[in-house]
Antibody, heavy 116, light 113 residues
Framework: EVQLVESGGGLVQPGGSLRLSCAASGFTFSSYIMHWVRQAPGKGLVWVSRINSDGSATSYADSVKGRFTISRDNARNTLNLQMNSLTPEDTAVYYC?????????WGQGTLVTVSS | DIVMTQSPESLAVSLGERATINCKSSQSVLHSSNNNNYLGWYQQKPGQPPKLLIYWASNRESGVPDRFSGSGSGTDFTLTISSLQAEDVAVYYCHQYYSTPYTFGQGTKLEIK
């Protein structure tokens, strides 16, 4: 059974940092492009970042470029998102997403709240 | 950036009736190299993550009921639910994965009339 389990969310002050992780199981993690997508409370879906299967290529939404870093550890089947210089606009549920002919599998998400 | 515009923003349909949601992209998402439209449709129920229904604009994901279908090409796409069931109440999103930044429509809220 395919599973993506996000962790690391929580309450952080503006300007602070958080590191999200996503534990993958039930599929060959190293074969898939992976993404982070976020959803602010009551709002729509916003793509955040993408990493290719071996971790050699990444891309980011302009809103997070220079502040967020996506990475992966294929030996540990883990996807990460290092988030720095957080602002209240980063408050959202962050989803880890597998890419295969579209975003074909989503984790349950982890909530990040940026507030003083 | 490719802007995805869905219509309507909300929709109320009677049980057993057809529901149609439209999506328009600001530029074509048809890739000439493989003739695929890089367009997906997702269903999101309250408190749940999105679920992929349709990929390549018209291919139904495994396990998705056949009352769901996708059509269109280039810049204009449609998601059709042929006979609405109570469990189909959700927000539906279209999504282009043609180019970064990947973008989603604003969502269409589907309710029972």
């Amino acid at each position: 059974e395919v599973q993506l389990v996000e962790s690391g969310g929580g309450l952080v002050q503006p300007g602070g940092s958080l590191r999200l992780s996503c534990a993958a199981s039930g599929f060959t993690f190293s074969s898939y492009i992976m993404h982070w997508v976020r959803q602010a409370p009551g709002k729509g879906l916003v793509w955040v970042s993408r990493i290719n299967s071996d971790g050699s290529a990444t891309s980011y939404a302009d809103s997070v470029k220079g502040r967020f870093t996506i990475s992966r550890d294929n030996a540990r089947n883990t996807l990460n998102l290092q988030m720095n210089s957080l602002t209240p606009e980063d408050t959202a549920v962050y989803y880890c997403v597998r890419d295969r002919d579209g975003f074909n599998f989503w984790g349950q998400g982890t909530l990040v709240t940026v507030s003083s | 950036d490719i802007v995805m515009t869905q219509s309507p923003e909300s929709l109320a349909v009677s049980l057993g009736e057809r529901a149609t949601i439209n999506c328009k992209s600001s530029q074509s998402v048809l890739h000439s190299s493989n003739n695929n439209n890089y367009l997906g449709w997702y269903q999101q129920k309250p408190g749940q993550p999105p679920k992929l229904l349709i990929y390549w604009a018209s291919n139904r994901e495994s396990g998705v009921p056949d009352r769901f279908s996708g059509s269109g090409s280039g810049t204009d796409f449609t998601l059709t639910i042929s006979s609405l069931q109570a469990e189909d109440v959700a927000v539906y999103y279209c999504h282009q994965y043609y180019s970064t930044p990947y973008t989603f429509g604003q969502g269409t809220k589907l309710e029972i009339k």
